[in-house]
């Protein structure tokens, strides 16, 4: 059966930085999340971004948003040029105005029609958004004002700023009605309880205060020994693992510096329920990552805890198990690799010491800890696809155990001296790796058989052969496909093959700058390596000879692959292009550009329908083969014009002129519809406006076209000339009017005007003539030769 060369590849998804701090809000199944310079609304259930409010063009300066608020409905942002901008849901602008504050706004809070904004002036302003006007400015706070609350069932307004105070005012004339004065330092967070009769704050002085509306005495105040940098006010009936709520009583969620989350029961000043160490993300566990922002969704009872690093986790309530997790910012993306049976999971190193594992349907994220500085390289197991390799910056290796669910680290392997830049396993078992290193070795570990270790301990790899490879830092490895040679590239322009024994076997020379990447063809005794000289090669393993270079990219080539059984190449460069080459012919298939920069990982799923990449510019990119749709999409097309072409000729036949003009208008095809025109014309000149008037404005468009074409012609002036003016007085009655009008008509006004003089001349010729035989016969009389 011959094998099917892919012909095109087109983005399936595209995960990027979606949210980078700041502000941030959750409304039935959407996030919406604050970037630099765009607000993103983020799908849970499909973990991605369904649409960007505020996206500006290249050649637009980036206008930094300082922060935002929305109730579904509408959004509000402010800027760093001192504008406030008022979004409809489509993410169209629909008003813009000056927000008057001196300084940046810290806090925005909405309420039907009414904004409210505080800002680093100590100032509350109440706006109109109907008008864009400032119809109150409300003034006591000190600093910065961070809280600004709506009052849910009273006609107040509560802020405060740096002092610790927490001021209401009422609405109508901006006056100060209370002072609730409880706490020590800034106050963070205000939520109000579920019976509108109560509200609670929280603060950097590490308690929990219990207020009731309108009385400037604190009913509770609760020690929660830590800074809490978020409160949010539970349902009157909830569950938690071990817990039932008292529907008397009045229960809110804090988080804080510790980074766990802690429900307390505010009327009996009692910590109900601590987030254990087993419940506890993978994202704060261990680093103890603070807690900026706490959500609440009635509609899914769950609730959303945001790291200080934008990790948004979020946890059913009754179970508190995480359902899910998403990774706001992931920097740059440095390696990729698919893990799990059918690859179910992504495995992506970043500029981080964790190591990011996405459910591939999902994109929902977990993070697997281990290694102390950034994981530089990462492998799967081809054997065994729940083995995954990883190395790192902290000069070491580490084998994962994926179940399924999670990855487990089960082994560490601890020999090099220097950052540990790739890893590879052995084919056709799991028995041995290979790693590469910034010190110049080339190391092969065996990995054990048995690799639980009962004893609740990492297992350390055992290194069976070194060798100094080469005199640069060493940048891939690859083990051939019968696990009987190893390829090495690196810095020093070579690339070097090695038996199992690490005993060298030939050295690759040819290119003239530093070799990136190198792989083995997985049907012929060929190495694949990629360059910083711009260019792919290809290299016989038996002579060592360079058997092909393909030239294409215009920087340098940092990953490549064998697609197709070897007989096509996929490569990524520097300049941010992914090409895909036909090794037969040499020629570059097509070139996919998503990216902005550097693309420093990519991954072919096991079936080669999908290719995943990621870059420098932090997006994931998932890549989807549909050269067989496109192949069907064409042939249907021509299967369709097939079909209109026969009923041209059939109306054609049956002389249905003028249903043979639209279908012909219709398939573009200018000369057959000439020949409609010609025919049209025999039958006589009010048929032809009959005919013309009879079609639609995009019918007109088409023939106006066609036309214009055959007025370039002299052969066919006449009814290039019959059509054109009966289509101009069409423009008279307003109902037609082309795109690019003023285009249109300086394109046919040269040619008419040469076809005017031109029958202009042979007009006097023709008189000329006439005269003239007129002279030589004066006794012949009625001679016209005109006629």
């Keep these: 059966m011959p ?15 979606f949210y980078t701090g700041g502000s941030i809000q959750w409304l039935e199944d959407t996030l919406y999340c604050q970037t630099e310079s765009v607000i993103n609304l983020f799908d849970i259930e499909t973990g991605t971004v369904v649409r960007t409010i505020g996206t500006v063009g290249e050649l637009e300066e980036i206008d930094t948003i300082q922060t935002f608020t929305t109730d579904g409905d509408k959004i509000v942002s402010s800027h760093k040029s001192g504008l406030m901008k008022l979004w409809n849901q489509n993410g169209e602008l629909e008003k813009m105005w000056k927000y008057i504050h001196k300084g940046p706004l810290a806090k925005l809070a909405l309420k039907d029609t009414r904004l409210v904004s505080g800002g680093s002036d100590s100032i509350v302003r109440v706006w109109d958004l109907q008008y864009q006007a400032c119809i109150l ?32 005012y009422e609405l109508v004339k901006g006056e100060v009605k209370n002072i609730y004065d409880g706490h020590y330092s800034k106050v963070t967070a205000i939520a109000f309880t579920h019976d509108n009769q109560h509200f609670v704050s929280c603060g950097r002085d590490k308690v929990l205060i219990l207020w009731q509306l309108g009385k400037t005495v604190a009913l509770k105040t ?38 766990v989350i802690k429900v307390w029961d505010l009327l009996k000043a009692k910590e109900v329920f601590v987030q254990s160490d087993s419940m506890v993300s993978k994202a704060t566990e261990e680093g103890g990552l603070s807690i900026t922002h706490l959500m609440y969704n009635k509609k899914s009872k769950s609730i959303a805890v945001v790291t200080f690093d934008h990790n948004i986790i979020i946890h059913n309530l009754k179970s508190f198990v995480c359902l899910k997790q998403f990774i706001g910012f992931s920097d740059e993306i440095l390696d990729i690799s698919y893990l799990g049976e059918n690859d179910t999971h992504i495995a992506v190193a970043t500029n981080s010491k964790d190591i990011k ?34 190395s790192s910056k ?42 590469a290193s910034q010190d110049t070795c080339l190391k092969l570990w065996e990995i054990p058989q048995d690799i639980i270790n009962k004893n609740g301990k990492d297992l350390s790899l055992n290194c069976t052969h070194t060798a100094i490879a080469h005199q640069k830092e060493i940048n891939s490895v690859a083990v051939s496909p019968n696990d009987k040679i190893i390829a090495s590239a690196s810095q020093d322009k070579t690339v070097k093959l090695w038996n199992e024994r690490l005993e060298l076997m030939g050295v690759l020379k040819g290119h003239k700058r530093g070799v990136w990447c190198v792989r083995f063809s997985p049907v012929d005794q060929v190495v694949l390596t990629s360059s910083a000289d711009c260019t792919v090669k290809l290299w016989s393993v038996v002579n060592f000879n360079c058997l092909k270079t393909l030239d294409g990219h215009e920087s340098s080539v940092l990953k490549v692959e064998f697609l197709t059984k070897g007989l096509q190449i996929v490569s990524a460069g520097a300049d941010g292009l992914i090409k895909l080459f036909n090794i037969k012919n040499s020629e570059c298939q097509c ?36 050269t067989e749709e496109r192949k069907q999409q064409q042939q249907k097309e021509l299967d369709e014009i097939a079909l209109q072409e026969q009923k041209l000729s059939n109306y054609l036949q ?21 020949k409609i025109i010609n025919s049209v014309i025999k039958k006589g000149d009010t048929g032809l406006t009959e005919t013309i008037k009879s079609l639609r404005n995009d019918q007109k468009e088409s023939l106006l076209n066609c036309a214009l074409d055959w007025n370039t012609n002299s052969r066919n002036c006449q009814p290039a000339q019959l059509v054109l003016n009966i289509l101009l007085n069409e423009l008279q009655t307003k109902e037609f009017r082309p795109v690019g009008l003023s285009k249109i008509t300086e394109g046919a006004l040269p040619y008419t005007d040469r076809h005017f003089k031109r029958i202009t001349q042979l007009m006097q010729d023709i008189k000329f003539i006439n005269y003239t035989v007129n002279c030589m016969q004066p006794h012949s009389r009625n001679v016209n030769i005109g006629q």
């Design 3 to 17: 094998v099917k060369l892919k012909e095109i590849f087109d983005v399936e998804s595209k995960h990027g930085a």
């Design 137 to 168: 400015s409300l003034k006591g706070c000190q600093g910065v004002v961070n809280v600004v609350e709506f009052s849910p069932k009273e006609n107040t307004l509560f802020a405060s700023g740096d002092s610790g105070k927490i001021y209401c």
């Design 222 to 259: 609760i020690p929660v020994y830590e800074a809490v940098e978020v409160v949010v006010s539970l349902p009157s009936k909830f569950k938690l693992p071990g817990f039932k709520a008292d529907a008397d009583s009045i229960y809110v969620a804090s988080g804080g510096e510790n980074g």
């Design 357 to 390: 594992l996405y459910d591939n349907s999902t994109m929902s994220c977990q993070i697997l800890k281990g290694h102390e500085d950034i994981v530089l390289s990462l492998t799967t197991c081809r054997s065994n696809h729940s083995l995954l390799l990883s």
């Design 394 to 435: 902290d000069n070491s290796i580490r084998l994962w155990q994926f179940d399924g669910a999670t990855a487990k680290c089960v082994g560490v392997g601890k020999r090099h001296t220097g950052s540990v830049g790739s890893v590879t396993f052995s084919n056709l078992s799991s028995e041995f790796c290979v790693s």
């Design 591 to 626: 070139t996919l550009d998503q990216h902005e920069g550097r693309i420093w990982a990519l991954a072919v799923r096991s079936d080669e329908s999908e290719i995943t990449t990621g870059g420098s510019d932090s997006f994931l990119i998932k890549w989807k083969d549909i």
């Design 654 to 674: 049956s002389d249905n002129l003028l249903k043979a003009l639209k279908l012909a208008l219709k398939l573009n095809r200018p000369l057959q519809t000439l």
